[in-house]
């Protein structure tokens, strides 16, 4: 399995701009989670999706943010207009229904706003 | 909210050294997972605790789950050069299926 796959890997853009990160989780994993890791604030849970569905958007910090699953096979992190402050790595990692909960992240997209 | 908090931040240690990582949460955990972040990489699981008192091992990593399902604990023996990285807890609290993470513990050695 190729794991959880996500692009763009780097993404440099101005303030102001839209900037759409994709994830791809492992095949057959019915949980989706974005994350978000700074060094001041740690890894932080943006949302999470069971089968596609978003259950817990509470950490999507201001309405600039936006997540979408199509489907099972894809997801989007929006972020419309970026600032500054959203420079960070984000992480999206899948789950399996039941068994023992872990999850597997992807490489991460490291975002920075100039 | 429920927090999960993790001590010491960092740690250095000499190579050969030993190496321990705690993890406390504000609320009784269903289970308590590790993982460990190498520099410029991603998260990556180790292991899940589930009983109460629970000890696994993994060659020289030993992890603990408290007798009361708040705390645990990474205790690395020996440490070497590929131990380097960013130790993380992460728990959940039963029915709830969002892991919370502790800040991580970064660890550097000097081989």
């Known amino acids: 399995d190729a794991g959880v796959i996500q692009s763009p890997r780097h993404e440099v853009t101005e303030m102001g701009q839209e900037v759409t990160l994709r994830c791809k989780p492992i095949?057959?994993?019915?949980?989706l989670f974005w994350y978000r890791q700074t060094m001041m604030r740690g890894l932080e849970l943006l949302i999470y999706?069971?089968?596609?569905?978003?259950?817990?958007d509470s950490g999507m910090p201001e309405d600039r943010f936006s997540a979408k699953m199509p489907n099972a096979s894809f997801s989007t992190l929006k972020i419309q207009p970026s600032e500054p402050r959203d420079s960070a790595v984000y992480f999206c990692?899948?789950?399996?229904?039941?068994?023992?909960?872990?999850?597997?992240f992807g490489p991460g997209t490291r975002l920075t706003v100039t | 909210g429920q927090q999960v908090m993790q001590i010491p931040q960092y740690q250095h240690v000499q190579e050969g050294e030993d190496f321990t990582t705690y993890c406390n949460s504000s609320?009784?955990?269903?289970?308590i997972q590790w993982y460990k972040q190498r520099p410029g990489g991603h998260p990556v699981f180790l292991i899940q605790?589930?009983?109460?008192?629970e000890v696994k091992k993994q060659k020289r990593l030993t992890f603990q789950f408290g007798e009361a399902k708040k705390n645990s604990s990474l205790h690395i023996t020996a440490t070497q050069t590929t131990d380097v990285g960013t130790y993380f807890c992460a728990g959940h609290t039963q029915g709830a299926q969002k892991l919370v993470f502790g800040q991580g513990t970064r660890l550097t050695i000097n081989p």
């Open positions: 990692a899948s789950r399996q229904a039941g068994g023992a909960y872990e999850q597997y």
């Open positions: 609320t009784t955990l269903s289970n």
């Open positions: 999706f069971n089968n596609n569905v978003p259950i817990d």
């Open positions: 605790l589930v009983k109460s008192g």
């Open positions: 095949s057959g994993h019915n949980s």
